[in-house]
């Protein structure tokens, strides 16, 4: 079967713009994880989505947000972007919170 | 609140050598753990996990895990590493809300 597809995989913006990162779950997944991975803070989760609600949150400020749709698949928006937002997104989906994760390759964001 | 410490942000081996990665956890329930590989550029791939059952656990790659409760530990372990082995390797814990904490990583380099 399919994996997790995330699109797109590399993007360049500029400080002060908005992204918005997809991501495709493994089919008849309801979870939907976001996390951030950087060199310096490695990889810190962002949120998760269930059945189209957030169940779990990071410590990342409002800027950055999520949603699920009726399908499982999941956006994440960053607004306002700032340099230190550059990272690697990466999104993970599970079938429950208990099974293991399916990592996509992630969406490579680079702010300049 | 849970969380997870690897010990070594960087590991060391030669080829043929003995791998051990170390991981120690803390849970307030009784935890699932996981270890998950990422090869540069891409996303996090499953080891192995823990689920309750065997305390050790055979994952791919002939890696294994050992879940030792008193010591709060689970250790990553390979008898004899392969070049393709190098890679940063995250340890994991969920909780049954479906919240995953992921360790800082260790990076394993193979020396011929």
């Known amino acids: 079967k399919a994996g997790v597809t995330q699109t797109p995989r590399y993007l360049i913006k500029t400080r002060g713009q908005q992204v918005t990162l997809s991501c495709s779950p493994i089919?008849?997944?309801?979870?939907v994880s976001w996390y951030q991975q950087t060199p310096g803070q490695g990889l810190q989760f962002l949120f998760e989505?269930?059945?189209?609600?957030?169940?779990n949150k990071g410590n990342f400020p409002g800027r950055f947000s999520g949603r699920q749709f009726s399908n499982s698949r999941s956006e994440m928006n960053v607004s306002t972007l700032e340099l230190g937002d550059s990272a690697l997104y990466l999104c993970a989906s599970s079938l429950e919170g208990l099974s293991e994760a399916f990592f996509g390759q992630g969406t490579r964001l680079t702010v300049v | 609140a849970q969380s997870v410490t690897q010990l070594g942000s960087h590991v060391s081996v030669s080829e043929g050598a003995l791998v051990l990665l170390r991981c120690n956890y803390s849970s307030s329930v009784p935890p699932y753990l996981f270890w998950y590989v990422q090869y540069p550029n891409q996303g996090l791939q499953l080891l192995l996990k823990?689920?309750?059952?065997?305390?050790l656990v055979k994952g791919i790659n002939d890696f294994e895990a050992e879940f030792k409760k008193s010591e709060t530990s689970f250790h990553l372990t390979k008898p004899s590493a392969h070049m393709s082995d190098a890679a940063e390797y995250f340890c994991?814990?969920?909780?049954?809300?479906?919240?995953?904490?992921f360790g800082d990583g260790t990076t394993l380099t193979v020396k011929p």
């Open positions: 089919s008849g997944h309801r979870s």
């Open positions: 994991a814990v969920s909780d049954n809300a479906g919240k995953s904490t």
């Open positions: 989505y269930f059945s189209e609600t957030q169940r």
């Open positions: 823990y689920t309750s059952a065997a305390t």
